[in-house]
């Protein structure tokens, strides 16, 4: 087959697929979910960051033997990683997969045309 058939056909199925109702709302989803985990990861990092930089008293407090407020801190971020991470694994496969199938079920169809 020709290539540019080949092209033709691919950009065709993309541009049906981008003009669909289901990719404007996944794209929505999407951006609905990550933004504002985004910020609130960044958020609570920034203030780890700024806590062991200008609360240097606070951060050395101990909690439980040589474990300070610092290292606990720290070992947080690595929780709230995986949490968040958990968290989004659950909202894709319960709001953005199935949107995410249609549309490449629709692509596959639109380009055997």
């Known amino acids: ?9 691919d950009a065709r199925a993309y541009e049906a ?4 109702a289901d990719f404007t ?3 929505r989803r999407y951006k609905n979910f990550v933004v504002p985990w985004t910020i609130a990861f960044m958020a609570w990092y920034l203030a780890y960051v700024a806590c062991n930089n200008w609360a240097r008293d606070f951060m050395k407090t101990q909690v439980i033997g040589n474990i ?20 989004y694994g ?12 249609g549309l490449n079920a629709k692509y596959k169809r639109e380009r055997r045309r």
């Not at 697929?17 to 669909?20: L, M, Q, S």
């Not at 909202?91 to 997969?97: G, I, Q, S």
């Open 1 to 9: 087959m020709d290539e540019d058939v080949v092209r033709e056909r």
């Open 17 to 20: 697929v981008h003009d669909a």
């Open 25 to 27: 709302e996944l794209k």
């Open 68 to 87: 300070n407020v610092a290292l606990v801190f720290g070992l947080l971020q690595f929780v709230s990683t995986f949490v968040i991470a958990a968290i």
């Open 90 to 101: 659950r909202f894709a496969n319960r709001k953005l997969d199935p949107l995410a199938a």
